[in-house]
């Protein structure tokens, strides 16, 4: 049994993970401003033996009492519309907040786990994504504010390891998707499986031919456990779902799911969309032992239930 504290436990892939920890036996202390959440994922972890809520901003720096064994950082605003809602305050969690569990780490002797993003390739000119790729990123664009926030916490937590002898780990998380998302947070999955069972159409923006690769979020979360276990792995380790699709094919998918006739329309492309996406996890197989079992279909449909079951709720 270990004692972890998790940043932005209270998110979609925060829960999750705190879930996961709890129900092997770990401690959990979740911290979180509920900035980009309303707390309702938390719920049934508090039902949960082991599990504790704090609600601060860890870029004021991190007040909590105890020893851990863990420290995973998983605060930041996550999808487009909400860390260009909060450009600062994604920057000051990329920044500060990454410094500040850095030295509580450093300070406790424990396992720093980074969750960074496949944002840090950019645009990507290499494909698919391997992690010794250098990325294609602008540092002025209008993504920047996320994409140089985690390309900061790499390099600090980089820094961390090799001055500070801090037993670092850093994960680059590709798409996921699964229960819990908030509807239409702007991440693809979420606002396609929302407007399908509202009835409205669904929005492709710009031609729908570019692509991403999508993982449940259960096999995500088996990655990031795997990975604070392999104590002494830096990485950095590409965990994702290495099987590639078009936005237009899953708008598709998603409404053979949902059983629904909504139309599809299609708005401009963002500035910057990456035009591909799709993760190499040679790495993760080989030092992680780990690989994505939930399949797209799937994957799909747990999700379209569980949105189901909200739209019942007020």
């Given at each position: 049994?270990?004692?972890?504290?998790?940043?932005?436990?209270?998110?979609?892939?925060?829960?999750?993970?705190?879930?996961?920890?709890?129900?092997?036996?770990?401690?959990?202390?979740?911290?979180?401003?509920?900035?980009?959440?309303?707390?309702?994922?938390?719920?049934?972890?508090?039902?949960?033996?082991?599990?504790?809520?704090?609600?601060?901003?860890?870029?004021?720096?991190?007040?909590?009492?105890?020893?851990?064994?863990?420290?995973?950082?998983?605060?930041?605003?996550?999808?487009?519309?909400?860390?260009?809602?909060?450009?600062?305050?994604?920057?000051?969690?990329?920044?500060?907040?990454?410094?500040?569990?850095?030295?509580?780490?450093?300070?406790?002797?424990?396992?720093?786990?980074?969750?960074?993003?496949?944002?840090?390739?950019?645009?990507?000119?290499?494909?698919?994504?391997?992690?010794?790729?250098?990325?294609?990123?602008?540092?002025?664009?209008?993504?920047?504010?996320?994409?140089?926030?985690?390309?900061?916490?790499?390099?600090?937590?980089?820094?961390?390891?090799?001055?500070?002898?801090?037993?670092?780990?850093?994960?680059?998380?590709?798409?996921?998707?699964?229960?819990?998302?908030?509807?239409?947070?702007?991440?693809?999955?979420?606002?396609?499986?929302?407007?399908?069972?509202?009835?409205?159409?669904?929005?492709?923006?710009?031609?729908?031919?570019?692509?991403?690769s999508f993982c449940y979020v259960d096999d995500l979360v088996a990655g990031l456990v795997a990975m604070i276990d392999e104590c002494g792995f830096v990485g950095p380790v590409n965990i994702g779902n290495p099987k590639e699709i078009?936005?237009?094919?899953?708008?598709?998918?998603?409404?053979?799911?949902?059983?629904?006739?909504?139309?599809?329309?299609?708005?401009?492309?963002?500035?910057?969309?990456?035009?591909?996406?799709?993760?190499?996890?040679?790495?993760?197989?080989?030092?992680?032992?780990?690989?994505?079992?939930?399949?797209?279909?799937?994957?799909?449909?747990?999700?379209?239930?569980?949105?189901?079951?909200?739209?019942?709720?007020?």
């Amino acid at each position: 049994m270990s004692r972890v504290l998790v940043t932005g436990g209270a998110g979609f892939l925060g829960s999750h993970f705190c879930e996961a920890l709890l129900k092997r036996g770990d401690q959990v202390v979740c911290v979180d401003n509920l900035s980009t959440s309303d707390g309702k994922n938390i719920r049934i972890l508090e039902e949960l033996p082991g599990f504790t809520f704090s609600r601060a901003d860890v870029s004021q720096g991190i007040s909590v009492d105890g020893q851990f064994d863990v420290v995973a950082h998983l605060a930041s605003p996550a999808s487009p519309p909400e860390y260009l809602r909060l450009p600062f305050e994604t920057l000051a969690v990329g920044s500060r907040g990454t410094e500040a569990c850095l030295d509580l780490a450093k300070r406790q002797g424990a396992r720093f786990l980074l969750a960074s993003t496949s944002e840090i390739y950019g645009n990507p000119l290499v494909h698919p994504q391997h992690e010794s790729y250098w990325g294609n990123v602008s540092s002025t664009g209008p993504r920047s504010v996320y994409d140089e926030a985690k390309r900061f916490s790499e390099a600090v937590s980089m820094a961390y390891s090799r001055y500070e002898n801090v037993d670092v780990g850093i994960v680059r998380i590709f798409n996921t998707y699964g229960p819990r998302l908030r509807r239409g947070d702007g991440r693809v999955v979420s606002n396609f499986v929302h407007q399908a069972l509202s009835g409205v159409p669904l929005t492709i923006y710009g031609d729908g031919m570019q692509t991403r690769s999508f993982c449940y979020v259960d096999d995500l979360v088996a990655g990031l456990v795997a990975m604070i276990d392999e104590c002494g792995f830096v990485g950095p380790v590409n965990i994702g779902n290495p099987k590639e699709i078009t936005v237009a094919e899953l708008a598709q998918r998603v409404l053979d799911t949902t059983g629904t006739a909504s139309e599809v329309i299609y708005s401009p492309a963002p500035e910057q969309d990456p035009a591909r996406r799709r993760p190499d996890i040679t790495l993760a197989g080989e030092k992680l032992g780990w690989s994505p079992r939930v399949s797209l279909e799937d994957g799909l449909e747990r999700t379209v239930n569980w949105f189901r079951e909200q739209l019942t709720e007020p």
